[in-house]
């Protein structure tokens, strides 16, 4: 979905490095999720925010940090990545409500050697 | 929780041939997604179905949510269907908000 834009899309780092993927959205949408996908799977929440003061752990959460900056912005932070931190990220938004549809970024291709 | 079980996991069709791919959910949602990842990794939204008929061009999608199942139908397919096709729903009454994804269909079209 071109509203919802993720940057980088690829990244390449080390073990140890602190790295920061973003997210902004032109939706207007109060919610804001990040996943995790791995090879062969399905996509899985790391943390998700249903608006600016707002900001929960999904399912696999450890090792990871978010920030909402603004309702349009929702960025992750590995404090210190590791090897099996490698994977596919997305992030997704959606209005209020619980029946409502989510819409996903591009994603981020994230390598850790 | 909840759990999203899609079949078959690989399916391998000849161009202009059409398939049903199925996605059973263990309990109520409030929430259907169908998606195709293609093979640049994007995700690209099919349809938001979590009861009910919709088509759009040659994909049509059914969801009888009192029997815990979706269909996806694609018909006369074509090489650029290839990729993995994931259902996600979203448990009724959950907290979280997020989408449970099941594991995928692999879908290989060949020309």
């Known amino acids: 979905d071109a509203d919802v834009t993720q940057t980088p899309r690829n990244r390449i780092t080390k073990t140890g490095k602190r790295i920061m993927l973003e997210c902004s959205q032109t939706k207007g949408h109060d919610r804001m999720y990040w996943y995790r996908q791995d090879p062969g799977l399905g996509l899985r929440l790391i943390y998700y925010?249903?608006?600016?003061?707002?900001?929960n752990k999904g399912e696999i959460s450890d090792g990871y940090s978010v920030s909402r900056q603004a309702q349009a912005k929702f960025s992750l932070s590995l404090e210190s990545a590791i090897p099996n931190q490698t994977a596919l990220y997305f992030c997704?938004?959606?209005?209020?409500?619980?029946?409502?549809?989510?819409?996903f970024g591009d994603g981020t291709r994230l390598s850790i050697l | 929780g909840i759990q999203v079980e899609q079949s078959p996991p690989d399916l391998i069709l000849q161009e202009g041939a059409n398939s049903t791919l199925r996605c059973n959910f263990s309990d109520s949602v409030n929430n259907l997604q169908w998606f195709h990842q293609n093979p640049w990794g994007q995700l690209i939204n099919l349809f938001y179905?979590?009861?009910g008929t919709k088509q759009n061009g040659r994909l049509s999608a059914t969801t009888v949510a009192t029997e815990r199942y979706s269909l996806l139908y694609i018909s006369s397919s074509q090489t650029t269907d290839s990729g993995v096709y994931f259902c996600?729903?979203?448990?009724?009454?959950?907290?979280?908000?997020?989408?449970?994804f099941g594991k995928g269909t692999k879908l290989s079209v060949k020309p």
């Open positions: 996600a729903v979203r448990r009724y009454g959950g907290s979280q908000g997020n989408l449970i």
């Open positions: 925010s249903f608006d600016v003061k707002d900001i």
């Open positions: 997704a938004t959606s209005p209020g409500g619980s029946n409502q549809p989510q819409h």
């Open positions: 179905i979590p009861s």
